[in-house]
């Protein structure tokens, strides 16, 4: 229950910040990597910044640990790895080149929209 806890937070950080199109696979049983993957876009570096910035200090203010977080300076695809959640934050352009929903297309999707 715990990781579903973190996908919320994950979730809600990312809509505070305005994230668009926010997608929410199940990667449990498809990678090892994580049990849920968090994608979403903004529309300038500064948003791109913005979002990861806030689903770090969400996940260190509520306890959990940012193993990672990569590509921050840059603002093209940032990765912030919350152990069972990993939330890629693209910028608009990005997102349709690495298309992770296609390349990750045996993963289910998550509705949380109805639940948040």
């Known amino acids: ?48 910044q913005a979002i990861a910035r806030e689903l770090k200090d969400q996940a260190e203010k509520n306890e959990y640990t940012v193993k990672r977080l990569e590509g921050f300076d840059e603002a093209r695809w940032i990765l912030v790895d919350l152990g069972d959640v990993v939330a890629h934050v693209f910028h608009r352009e990005e997102r349709g080149y690495y298309n992770l ?5 045996d993963a289910s999707i998550v509705s949380l929209q109805s639940e948040m």
Do not use: P, T
């Not at 994950?10 to 090892?32: N, P, Q, T, W, Y």
């Not at 929903?101 to 297309?105: A, F, T, V, Y």
């Open 1 to 48: 229950m715990e990781e579903k806890n973190l996908l919320e937070l994950a979730f809600k950080a990312a809509d505070d910040k305005r994230a668009e199109d926010i997608v929410v696979l199940d990667m449990k049983g498809v990678s090892l990597i994580a049990d849920y993957f968090l994608i979403c876009h903004g529309n300038s570096d500064k948003q791109v």
């Open 101 to 105: 929903e296609r390349l990750w297309g």
